[in-house]
Structures are given as structure tokens and as C-alpha cells.
């Protein structure tokens, strides 16, 4: 059931969803009921114990998307091994945080959908369902070209997720001291004895 990551071919991926199926989130709950008997969902069940990775990885190897729905937790990674295994994403979350995004638009590679859309019946699965052989085939060829910039690697090169992370804390060191030095502005002016607000006595010279 493999599919090989180097060779891209709609009708080649025999799995058109995959949803891994885990604890967390009533929208998952609810989801797993509006999808659990539509023939183009695939569900991935286990743990770490039952090689429930191995399972997932599989599944995502041969799917054409990716369901990452809002209570994932960080640790379990489904997005970015959605994105290595060249699965289009789709994120159901209002309001999701992303790496880099104030430098990569995911919108090129991955689908949103809101939690109060994806809940509603039939919804989510004739969304998917309505992407056409071409504009999965867009999105397909961007995962390729940016999945090294999630990729950790020892040592690190250039591109890689360490350096996209330093890159990430530079472009916020400005901000942050910005902040920093407004806050201080004031910081070596005298205490003032005086409490609360006082009228300000009006300029001899202002008529």
C-alpha cells in the first residue's frame, strides 16, 4: 500500500483521508462520527506501543490528505509528519499556531478549515472531496519543496528546521526589545511623591 515519495500520482495515493484517531477534543469525537462509515476515510488507530506510528506513517504515505484537528498536542506531530510524508494537511483549528508563518504561507500547501465548518454533516468530507487533480497536485509539489524546512538534522545545514527556528528568535529580538525599551523608558526618572492626577497650571506667555 506504500506509495513511493518521488513519484507523484493523483490516482497512485489509494486513500483519498487519512484521520488518526486518538484522545483529545470533542470536535475530533464528533468527526470521527460524521466520517466513520464514508468509504474515502481510513482511520489509523494504536500507540506508540502497538506501532501506531509505523501504522500512521503508513497511512499517510498512501493518503491524499491529512486530517490535523485542534487538540493535537505539540508532541504528536501529525502536521509536520503529514508534510515529510508529502499528505496534504488539513488543519481544522480556529486558531492554530504554525512555525514561520510570518515567512511561509500555508495556505500554498495545506487546507483550513474552521472547527464550526468541519463539525456540520457532510461538510468536510464534500470539501475534500471538491479539490481537483490539479490543485492537489499544486499543493503536493509545494510539501516537496518545503519539507526540509521542517526537517531536523545533526549536523545542521542550511535551511533546516534548527536554523528556520534561529531565524524565527532573530526576526523577533527586534520587537522584543522594542518593548523592552519603552517599558524602561522612564526608568531613571525620580520616584514622584505626587499621587494621582493634577491639573497642569497653564503657560504665562499662552494667550
Known amino acids: 500500500m506504500r506509495v513511493s515519495l518521488h513519484v507523484c500520482s493523483f490516482d497512485s495515493y489509494v486513500l483519498l483521508i487519512l484521520f488518526c484517531y486518538g484522545q483529545g477534543g470533542l470536535a475530533r469525537q464528533e468527526l470521527f462520527y460524521l466520517l466513520k462509515d464514508e468509504k474515502d476515510v481510513h482511520f489509523s488507530f494504536g500507540s506508540v506501543q502497538k506501532g501506531g ?5 503508513e497511512g499517510m ?20 509528519d503529514a508534510i515529510a510524508s508529502h499528505c496534504v494537511p488539513v488543519i481544522i483549528s480556529d486558531a492554530i499556531e504554525l512555525p514561520y508563518e510570518d515567512v511561509l504561507d500555508y495556505s500554498e500547501f495545506c487546507i483550513f478549515v474552521r472547527t464550526s465548518d468541519a463539525i456540520k454533516e457532510n461538510y468536510l468530507i464534500n470539501f475534500i472531496r471538491s479539490i481537483d487533480k490539479d490543485e492537489w497536485t499544486r499543493m503536493w509539489n509545494k510539501l516537496k519543496e518545503i519539507e526540509h524546512l521542517f526537517k531536523f538534522q545533526f549536523p545542521s545545514k542550511e535551511g533546516d528546521a534548527v536554523q528556520m527556528i534561529w531565524q524565527a528568535v532573530a526576526r523577533k529580538v527586534p520587537a522584543i526589545r522594542f518593548k523592552l525599551n519603552r517599558f524602561t ?9 505626587d499621587k494621582g492626577l ?4 497653564i503657560p504665562k506667555n499662552f494667550w
Open 61 to 80: 504515505r498512501s493518503s491524499k490528505f491529512c486530517l490535523n484537528i485542534a487538540g493535537d498536542t505539540p508532541s504528536s506531530n501529525r502536521l509536520f
Open 185 to 193: 523608558r522612564f526608568s531613571r526618572s525620580p520616584p514622584s511623591a
Open 53 to 57: 506510528i509505523q501504522k500512521a506513517t
Open 198 to 201: 493634577k491639573s497642569i497650571p
